[in-house]
């Protein structure tokens, strides 16, 4: 049996790309990409082109502010400030997380990650099983398979990510115009909780929250996506 779980988390995936993992993880872990469309769709999703992004933080580099303690420091040590600042300016892009949203909560985060899907994340390759929703079912306690059948959404898959120390669902999805949508969920601890609908938009996507019956729910959609609160609400309908 492989080390490696087909759900693997998106830090593995990260570390994979990067070339980062052990010799015997990484061979693991291509025997399960190979027979996985879903983790296939995910690791595509995460091996963003950055080729585009160089000449700008290369010009960025010269103008990076360095600690006073560095200032008369050796070349190796202005070298290596300068691969900080650059960890940095990437980081910051890719994300697409505001200063003013760092401390910010969980949503501002999972629309960030939302950002970097695509038609071609979702579109790739067959649903492998049930796509994951026994999983996330098990995990949340519930059974959450209405959530694969929601009229006007073709659902795509169900996946595990995660939030400080909880556990964060993710159902995605492609509307009718073929543009990504998903629903996160994750426990509130008690079920006595609940909360209207708020709509905001973040990260230039459309998305509603609610919490009900132990969960606090996330709606994304497209920027202006039109008839989100009527979903969010149907959505409220099966709790």
Not at 126 to 145: K, M, N, P, Q, T
Not at 165 to 189: I, K, N, S, W
Request: glycine share 10%.
């Amino acid at each position: 049996m492989s080390n490696v779980d087909h759900m693997a988390p998106d830090a593995l995936l990260v570390a994979f790309l990067d070339g980062a993992l052990p010799e015997d993880q990484a061979r693991a872990l291509r025997a399960e990409i190979a027979e996985d469309p879903a983790l296939q769709a995910r690791l595509s999703a995460l091996d963003v082109d950055l080729s585009g992004l160089r000449p700008d933080m290369d010009a960025l580099v010269p103008n990076a502010p360095l600690p006073a303690v560095l200032a008369r420091g050796s070349a190796v040590q202005l070298a290596a400030a300068a691969v900080v600042a650059l960890a940095l300016l990437l980081g910051g892009v890719l994300i697409g997380i505001r200063a003013a949203d760092r401390p910010g909560d969980w949503r501002d985060f999972a629309a960030a990650y939302h950002l970097l899907y695509r038609t071609e994340t979702l579109a790739s390759g067959e649903i492998a099983g049930d796509g994951g929703v026994a999983r996330v079912s098990y995990l949340l306690g519930r059974d959450l398979s209405s959530l694969a059948q929601i009229d006007g959404l073709d659902f795509r898959r169900a996946q595990i990510l995660g939030w400080e120390d909880q556990a964060l669902v993710q159902f995605a999805y492609l509307d009718a115009q073929g543009r990504p949508v998903a629903v996160c969920l994750m426990a509130t601890g008690d079920a006595n909780i609940a909360t209207g609908f708020e709509q905001a938009e973040r990260h230039r996507l459309s998305t509603v929250t609610f919490a009900d019956d132990g969960l606090q729910v996330l709606v994304i959609g497209a920027e202006g996506m039109g008839g989100i609160e009527a979903l969010a609400e149907g959505i409220a309908a099966q709790f």
